[in-house]
């Protein structure tokens, strides 16, 4: 079989100044010089990793895979932030606990998910699957059902006692206090099928590109571990109520909506711990 046609690869011969680059990049050698210009060497095209490295290497745009236009690529460096606003981006970026009630547009969620399927995955294919929560109503269901859950898990003496903070969970809800989601407008759950060869890593990378992205756009997140434990103890397979996948590698949820609260600073945290080592 030829799979060369599968990669469609193609070079624009009009743009191509025949540096070789896409060559060299490729990490598992694809791509070979013929005539002058860069092609696909038949005997190795199945050991592309999906990476298109040759046409984000190539500086004039003239080489294409899988059918991708380079046109429609951003262009580098001038499109990256600076060293300054990154880490302004890491220090700076916070958990946010109080929202604002009015939710996000539909779009801008899309648009934000269509950025993380940009991260970075182990085999460069889109792998996880983002559950998410959109309408209110559907977040005052998620809610309510989780908290019954837990009153009822409560009453029922089935909490372990790693998990006794629950009760005061439910007695703050029914003061009005919602500490699980913090009465954000949205929910956003990562998973991956099992098959797949680094999901923890892949899934918590997406989350964590998706937490700076979000804090760029002045929309607040908050990483959320109570949630998966709540998960655990209520009757409800609330999983599979999601319509999330029950062989699917469950990751972190992350809540997220307007901040309703604004930080002005930087905190200060400790020190890297670093184990700088020379081996002779
Ligand atoms: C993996 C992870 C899980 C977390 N789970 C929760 C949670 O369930 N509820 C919560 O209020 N905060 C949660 N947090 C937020 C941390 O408590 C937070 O990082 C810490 O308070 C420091 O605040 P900062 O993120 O603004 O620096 C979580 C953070 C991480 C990284």
């Not at 606990?97 to 940009?118: C, D, H, Q, W």
């Not at 913090?182 to 989350?207: E, F, G, K, Q, Y």
């Not at 020190?271 to 020379?278: F, L, P, Q, S, T």
Request: hydrophobic share 40%; glycine share 6%; proline share 6%.
């Amino acid at each position: 079989m030829d799979l060369s046609m599968d990669l469609q690869w193609t070079i624009d011969r009009d743009r191509c100044i025949q540096c070789g680059a896409c060559v060299d990049d490729c990490p598992f050698h694809i791509l070979e010089m013929r005539d002058g210009y860069p092609a696909t060497n038949p005997k190795r095209v199945h050991h592309c990793i999906r990476c298109q490295h040759c046409l984000a290497v190539c500086p004039t745009g003239a080489a294409s895979i899988f059918g991708v236009n380079p046109d429609r690529s951003l262009p580098l460096p001038e499109s990256l932030p600076s060293a300054k606003q990154m880490e302004a981006l890491i220090r700076g970026r916070r958990s946010v606990r109080f929202y604002k009630p009015e939710p996000l547009p539909s779009t801008t969620i899309a648009g934000m998910l269509a950025t993380v399927a940009n991260a970075p995955t182990g085999k460069n294919k889109r792998q996880c699957l983002f559950t998410v929560i959109e309408d209110q109503e559907s977040m005052a269901l998620l809610r309510r059902e989780t908290m019954e859950g837990l009153r009822r898990a409560v009453a029922e003496r089935r909490l372990s006692e790693g998990l006794g903070y629950f009760r005061h969970v439910v007695t703050a809800w029914d003061q009005g206090r919602d500490i699980i989601f913090r009465n954000a407008p949205h929910l956003l759950m990562v998973s991956a099928p099992p098959t797949i060869t680094t999901p923890d890593a892949d899934m918590l990378i997406a989350m964590s590109y998706f937490e700076m992205l979000a804090a760029t756009m002045g929309i607040g997140t908050l990483w959320n571990a109570m949630i998966r434990w709540a998960f655990s103890v209520i009757e409800t397979d609330m999983f599979k109520r999601l319509g999330i996948p029950e062989d699917h590698v469950k990751g972190y949820t992350l809540l997220f909506g307007l901040p309703a609260v604004r930080y002005h600073r930087t905190v200060q945290r400790d020190e890297a711990m670093i184990n700088r080592v020379r081996l002779s």
